[in-house]
């Protein structure tokens, strides 16, 4: 079963809106999760690092006023897309290390967001 | 450039037989290798771990060079099954943080 679990699966919202995304880790602790981006036929671009207790790390070109992150347990980060627009429009999903497992690193499932 | 750069393919190749992709990584501090699968629509699932003596999980042998800094996946005796997007994704020291490479599409046909 997953270990790293998302919520939506799915999500339509009219521009202008905010989208909340969640991913919690089931069963393990994770100080840190990752937050992605893909577009289609694109690869998964890191978006920022969400570390419990403490801001976000967003990387080059990601606007952590737009895209705000919150990871207010050990087992739930939170993406929340603040004024979406169609061209928001993508694939999300988070990833999370587990120190059991040989730091194995789990998926959620993604959350595909369609902004009309 | 690119942090990680793979061929995008599509790869298309007959049931059985021998495909193998390759990865290429600009940063030399990366220390963790790694390739992943993903199906349409769906999350990218580990595939294998990429290891300096390269490795083999039944029908799949990664191999990693760091002289050249580029990984491969052999896939041998291909399966319908096998079709999908071949993610590789690099790490600094922690692996935590992963840096993914566009994917190489591989369609295997009966």
């Known amino acids: 079963g997953a270990v790293v679990s998302q919520h939506p699966s799915w999500v339509i919202c009219k521009s202008g809106t905010s989208v909340k995304i969640e991913c919690r880790s089931l069963?393990?602790?994770?100080?840190?999760m990752f937050w992605y981006r893909q577009f289609p036929k694109q690869s998964l671009m890191l978006m920022a690092t969400?570390?419990?207790?403490?801001?976000?790390?967003?990387e080059q070109g990601v606007e952590k006023d737009k895209f705000l992150i919150n990871h207010a347990s050990l087992t739930l980060s939170t993406l929340t897309v603040t004024s979406a627009h169609p061209e928001d429009s993508s694939f999300y999903i988070c990833s999370a290390p587990t120190r059991s497992s040989g730091n194995t690193i789990y998926f959620g499932e993604g959350s595909w967001l369609t902004v009309v | 450039r690119k942090e990680v750069e793979q061929d995008p393919g599509p790869f298309n190749v007959p049931e059985g037989a021998t495909v193998a992709f390759n990865c290429t990584y600009s940063n030399s501090a990366s220390q963790s290798f790694f390739w992943y699968r993903q199906d349409c629509r769906k999350e990218p699932k580990l595939l294998m771990s990429?290891?300096?003596s390269g490795n083999e999980d039944g029908r799949f042998t990664a191999q990693l060079n760091r002289a050249s800094q580029y990984i491969s996946l052999l896939i041998r005796d291909s399966k319908l099954s096998d079709s999908a997007t071949y993610l590789c994704a690099v790490a600094l020291t922690g692996g935590n943080k992963l840096v993914f490479g566009a994917g190489t599409i591989l369609r295997v046909k009966s």
């Open positions: 969400s570390n419990e207790g403490s801001k976000a790390t967003y």
């Open positions: 990429v290891y300096s």
């Open positions: 069963d393990f602790q994770a100080t840190t």
